[in-house]
């Protein structure tokens, strides 16, 4: 059965360095999404990405964030300078459609933790 | 700002016993809600969906009931089984705002042998 990845499962950084979450999405998807859960917390929405640019954002997708699909088949998640708040899991996810009535497929997260 | 509650963080149930998990949402904007399923150190696994024009989806021993006057959906498993202790995300979109999916805070189901 096709699944999402993740590279890698642990990333552990110093505050300040830049980080590169990995993911490999479903290879028929088209819409590709990165979410995070910070510990104890609920998941939640940073960014969308269709036809190689971001469709949507949310707040917590500030300028020390950036993601790319650099060879139609990686989609990263860069953090430039990473704080010690930005320690979490996130998860990459890909859907085949667009709109709402489709559900997104999530990887196994990379649980990021920034010392 | 929670749109999506679920507000019990646990729930513990027999084996064989239904489990029934809740969850509310604020913005009427919704039209589409979706069960996640997650065990430790894995990704988030879609479950079961529902659009708000109608009001049960049914699949195999899932269940999902929709309420839309009072902003509520409860996830219904029967019968529990061991297999399916795991935390359970409620999620919305709303058509017009994208593909985001916002999440309730999750249900930590424990099904007891």
């Known amino acids: 059965e096709p699944e999402v990845t993740q590279t890698p499962s642990h990333q552990v950084t110093q505050m300040g360095q830049e980080v590169i979450l990995r993911c490999v999405p479903i290879s028929n998807h088209l819409y590709f999404y990165w979410y995070r859960q910070i510990l104890g917390q609920k998941v939640e929405f940073l960014v969308s990405?269709?036809?190689?640019?971001?469709?949507?954002k949310s707040e917590i997708f500030d300028d020390q964030f950036s993601v790319e699909r650099p060879d139609g088949s990686n989609f990263t998640l860069k953090i430039r300078s990473t704080k010690l708040e930005d320690s979490a899991m996130y998860f990459c996810?890909?859907?085949?459609?667009?709109?709402?009535?489709?559900?997104?497929?999530f990887g196994q997260g990379t649980r990021l933790t920034v010392v | 700002d929670q749109q999506v509650k679920q507000n019990s963080p646990s729930l513990s149930v027999q084996e064989g016993r239904i489990s029934i998990l809740n969850c509310d949402y604020t913005n009427s904007m919704f039209d589409y809600f979706l069960w996640y399923k997650k065990y430790p150190a894995e990704g988030p696994t879609f479950l079961i969906s529902?659009?708000?024009?109608?009001d049960k989806n049914e699949d195999g021993r899932f269940t999902v009931f929709l309420n839309k006057s009072a902003k509520h959906l409860s996830l219904h498993i029967v019968p529990s089984q061991p297999g399916d202790s795991a935390v359970y995300f409620c999620?919305?979109?709303?058509?017009?705002?994208?593909?985001?999916?916002?999440f309730g805070p999750g249900t930590r189901l424990s099904v007891l042998p």
């Open positions: 990405f269709y036809n190689n640019e971001i469709s949507e």
């Open positions: 999620a919305a979109s709303a058509r017009n705002y994208g593909q985001n999916f916002v």
């Open positions: 529902i659009s708000s024009i109608k």
């Open positions: 996810a890909s859907s085949l459609s667009r709109g709402p009535d489709t559900e997104a497929f």
